[in-house]
């Protein structure tokens, strides 16, 4: 029988697969702030939530994959900077307090500024540049595996920016981005798998169900300013994690 405070816990990470891959994220950031929230030991945190980070985006790039929202040029480009980064990444420990902030607040303007641009329309994706794409792909990657979260929400607020895809194919291409940057990043601190908890089973059975209701509405329901919106609010989340909700 699980005990009452696994339950609590794994529905908090429910609610944060389904809110997360709506739009072709994984969900780590949310994971870290909830198992934070509940007092699980730092070292229990990063693994864990690459761990499921790497589950549920396995199934959302492929139920995006499968929908036809991905751009394989872009993401193969993206993920030959970023594999080594978040390699490198996993192995470095930086103090919570220089980085985290800094990187909150910038989530934060993200957010506000894709909540506003859900009221404008549209535009045609244009060609992107391969340099650029690398480069990116390498700063995500590093952040990603330093942070212990899969780099979707640093990527998709650049790449729909730039406009090199639609939003709802950057869904797609963000989710594969995650899946292969959230293994790089574990098997840069691979040791740290010793500390992932007994409750993983748990965990993994909850987020992965939140992904089957997330991807569904977000491939079905979801227009592309449905999307924007839920991305914004979703990096509104991620901002106020890594400012108040971080050890």
């Not at 506000?112 to 340099?131: E, K, M, S, Y």
Request: aromatic share 12%; net charge positive; with cysteine.
């Amino acid at each position: 029988m699980f005990e009452l405070h696994t339950l609590i816990i794994a529905s908090c990470l429910f609610l944060g697969a389904i809110l997360y891959t709506s739009v072709g994220h994984a969900g780590a950031s949310a994971y870290i702030a909830v198992m934070t929230i509940f007092d699980l030991p730092p070292v229990v945190i990063k693994p864990t939530a690459l761990t499921l980070n790497i589950f549920v985006s396995s199934y959302t790039s492929f139920r995006y994959i499968r929908n036809n929202y991905f751009n394989k040029s872009l993401f193969v480009f993206l993920i030959i900077g970023s594999v080594p980064s978040a390699f490198i990444g996993g192995r470095i420990n930086l103090p919570s307090h220089i980085y985290k902030p800094v990187i909150g607040v910038l989530l934060l303007i993200s957010g506000v500024r894709f909540l506003i641009q859900a009221l404008q329309v549209d535009q045609p994706a244009r060609r992107f540049n391969r340099g650029v794409a690398i480069a990116i792909g390498a700063c995500v990657g590093l952040l990603s595996g330093i942070t212990g979260t899969g780099g979707g929400i640093f990527l998709s607020p650049l790449i729909i920016w730039l406009g090199w895809v639609s939003v709802k194919a950057a869904s797609g291409t963000v989710a594969g981005f995650i899946f292969v940057n959230s293994i790089a990043g574990l098997l840069g601190n691979f040791q740290s798998t010793k500390s992932l908890p007994s409750q993983l089973p748990v965990f993994l059975v909850a987020v992965l169900f939140g992904a089957f209701i997330g991807t569904r509405f977000g491939i079905s329901k979801l227009s592309s300013t449905g999307i924007k919106r839920a991305l914004g609010i979703v990096l509104l989340i991620a901002g106020t994690k890594f400012i108040f909700f971080s050890k």
